[in-house]
């Protein structure tokens, strides 16, 4: 079933990435593999999920489009994808210092 879905999403990216590209056939094929998930009940990353139900931002939005083509991508070749939003170390250095800070002012 992986190499099925590996396909389809591999046409998806196809259809997308042509000269002229048919955003119609874009979203009955993203729906066709959505649909067939659904009866498998086979679990799927949140990117796949997003990008077969985003076709219609993909068609209006460049870089959303590009950005989840390369997630696609990198999910298709690597297996790898991030399903969040990436948050630094030293962004959660400053969150602790903060709330530092702040317990000892309310405790002083």
Partial sequence: MLSDIQACLEEILAAEEAPLVDWPSVDRLCEKLDRQ??????????????????SDIRARDRRYGDAQRK??????????????????????LALVAGFGVVAVWALA
Avoid: K, N
């Fill in 71 to 92: 997630a696609i991508r990198t999910y298709l070749s690597t297996g790898d994808y991030f399903d969040g939003v990436a948050v630094p170390w030293w962004g959660c």
């Fill in 37 to 54: 998930l659904e009866a498998s009940e086979q679990d799927v990353p949140e990117i796949v999920a997003h990008f077969l139900s985003d």
